[in-house]
């Protein structure tokens, strides 16, 4: 009894106040010139006031004059935000005037969850779901760790389908730890296609490779103690954390990403320089001339994106084909729910960012590498609801096995 009541105690102190968020906004603020595009990557990288303690939270951008920038302010920086705003005249709109609500609504769905599918699970439960899919598809499906995090946690990769004469897609997952659809969405299509004999039959030709907690130190933070946390947990002089998906051994260093270890893009000290990157690394290399396609699975914004992502306006030459296989996909997710996705290109459609892991696929020789920014498109942001894990995972779904038909 006394166990249980101390565990109960160690439970309760191990989760995040949602209460913490209480009054804080989300701005859109549209910058219409470069001065005040660079202001914005300024506050970014350094807070407000060059103060730790004023960073603000980009859920987007910033990326060009005219393109619209959403930003968490605290209730404490609000005053302060909005007088700088006002200052360098860029315009903004509040878009949610109270993120407190939207926290307390997820973290009570999370309690009252009722299914595998229901919840966003912490590390441990998640790897156990996942683990017992695996052995439920029997000798068709297998599982490897593929490396250790900083703080030694297993980074697992799941593999379904045992024909090594198919081609192979890779998926990595939460990679940005606050990203919590990306894996849960992961999960789900694990199950379907294990589950549903529907989907089981994409095992004869394909040989699909889940990363689904590729990040996951961040992820569980994201659940002890900081929601919003998006790099992994790096210990650093002056600030935690390295943004995995700058950390890419391919144009490392380039725009969006940032040399300042406070930055939440961050890049590190030298390209892979994180454990959670070489493994996808190793793991990729070691699987080169089977792999045929390659997702690097976010949110949120509903986004198809193919490379280049580090700079405006560079494609590979297989652009064509890149486009109408994303096309193909897209249209098929769209007809499960009408969601509908924007297709094209990376730095062009949402900002250029040095570093990910789609670039330096592509860059490795993997045909079809993407970017996927699952839903939603602003309205809950980081924080979809839980309840929302089916349908996206329904749709998502659809989407990759219209994909896969199509490559
Ligand atoms: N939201 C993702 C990020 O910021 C987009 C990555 C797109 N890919 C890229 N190589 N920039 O990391
Ligand atoms: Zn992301």
């Not at 990557?41 to 939270?57: H, I, N, S, V, Y």
């Not at 992961?186 to 589950?195: A, E, K």
């Not at 130190?217 to 992994?232: A, F, I, L, Q, V």
């Not at 949402?350 to 330096?360: I, K, T, V």
Request: with cysteine; glycine share 8%; aromatic share 12%.
């Amino acid at each position: 009894m006394r166990q249980l009541v101390l565990l109960l105690c160690i439970a309760a102190a191990a989760a995040y106040s949602p209460l913490q968020y209480m009054g804080d906004q989300l701005l859109a603020l549209t910058p219409s010139t470069q001065e005040q595009v660079d202001i914005l990557e300024q506050w970014r990288e350094l807070g407000l006031l060059g103060k730790e303690t004023d960073f603000l939270d980009f859920w987007s951008g910033p990326s060009a004059p005219g393109r619209s920038v959403q930003v968490r302010v605290t209730r404490k920086q609000l005053q302060g935000v909005k007088a700088a705003l006002a200052q360098h005249r860029i315009q903004y709109r509040v878009s949610n005037p109270d993120l407190g609500r939207l926290f307390i609504q997820e973290n009570d769905m999370n309690r009252a969850a009722f299914d595998d599918h229901s919840k966003y699970h912490r590390y441990a439960e998640f790897h156990a779901i996942a683990s017992a899919l695996i052995s439920k598809c029997g000798s068709q499906c297998s599982k490897e760790v593929i490396g250790k995090s900083i703080e030694n946690r297993d980074i697992i990769a799941y593999k379904l389908g045992s024909n090594s004469a198919n081609p192979m897609i890779f998926m990595d997952g939460g990679i940005h730890a606050r990203e919590w659809i990306s894996p849960a969405t992961l999960l789900y299509i694990m199950d379907q296609v294990i589950s549903d004999p529907q989907y089981r039959s994409l095992l004869d030709s394909w040989n699909l490779v889940f990363v689904p907690l590729a990040n996951p130190d961040g992820y569980e933070y994201t659940h002890t103690s900081n929601r919003m946390w998006r790099k992994n947990r790096r210990p650093g002089r002056a600030c935690y954390g390295v943004d995995l998906n700058r950390n890419f051994g391919f144009k490392f260093g380039g725009t969006g990403s940032s040399g300042s270890q406070c930055s939440d893009v961050y890049r590190g000290v030298a390209a892979f320089s994180e454990p959670e990157t070489q493994a996808i690394r190793n793991f990729v290399l070691r699987n080169k001339s089977a792999i045929k396609a390659f997702w690097s699975v976010h949110s949120y914004g509903q986004y198809w994106l193919h490379p280049f992502g580090y700079a405006f306006g560079v494609n590979p030459n297989n652009v064509a084909e890149l486009l109408s296989a994303a096309q193909t996909g897209a249209r098929a997710l769209q007809s499960v729910n009408g969601r509908r996705y924007t297709v094209g290109h990376s730095a062009d459609l949402l900002y250029p960012a040095a570093g990910g892991s789609d670039d330096w696929a592509i860059s490795i020789g993997i045909r079809y590498a993407y970017t996927l920014e699952l839903p939603d498109t602003g309205r809950y942001g980081f924080v979809l609801p839980p309840a929302q894990i089916v349908s996206v995972g329904r749709e998502t779904l659809a989407g990759l096995a219209a994909f896969l038909r199509a490559v």
